[in-house]
């Protein structure tokens, strides 16, 4: 049971502390910049309780990409 909660705990760290990290050679507005383009639009946006839970990509006709945490 330890070893668990040491997993659960280190993983919890690892994303806490690297999620989202630009690198130190590129201008963050450089980020910013290729977000805004219209090929990274996103085109639908799911509210949970009247919040905005998540967004979604449209990659085919038939088919939008998400996280799964949206949807749980």
């Excluded at 980020?31 to 839970?53: E, I, T, W």
């Amino acid at each position: 049971m330890k070893s668990i909660f040491r997993y659960g705990l280190l993983s919890a760290t690892f994303i806490t502390f690297f999620c989202g990290i630009y690198r130190h050679d590129v201008d963050k507005q450089a980020y910013r910049n290729l977000a805004m383009q219209p090929q990274f639009d996103c085109v639908g946006q799911v509210f949970k309780n009247g919040k905005s839970h998540g967004t979604a990509e449209l990659i085919n006709k038939r088919y939008v990409l998400s996280a799964a945490h949206v949807f749980i």
